[in-house]
């Protein structure tokens, strides 16, 4: 399958400033509005030695080791904004994810 045949994964800001992308589905359940994250990788701010500036690089969110399940629940209250992400970081986050999910197996 190729990259653009993937969904468009989503930036979500936490209300404890964990970053977040991600595959989400929006729900609602008996409380309201609810979100179904589906292989969420957390946003690791890495600074460059060589330019000064930072990069980004993935990590999972909840390592696959310590819970296989990897798709979570979280509340709209603790949500402070979600985004679509950029082409690139779509294809940085799908290839991210493919890797890890080989990688826990």
Known sequence: ???SDYPNAKLVRLQ??????SEVVEMEDE???????FHPLKV???PSESTGYLTVAFMPWVFP???????FIIHSQD?????????????Y???NMDYYTKKAT
């Open 31 to 37: 409380n309201g509005v609810i979100y179904a994250l």
């Open 65 to 71: 080791r310590l819970c296989e399940q990897q798709e």
């Open 16 to 21: 404890n400033g964990d970053d977040v992308i």
């Open 93 to 95: 986050y799908w290839n």
């Open 1 to 3: 399958m190729d990259i």
């Open 79 to 91: 949500i402070l904004f979600m985004a679509d992400v950029t082409p690139k970081m779509n294809e």
């Open 44 to 46: 690791v701010y890495v």
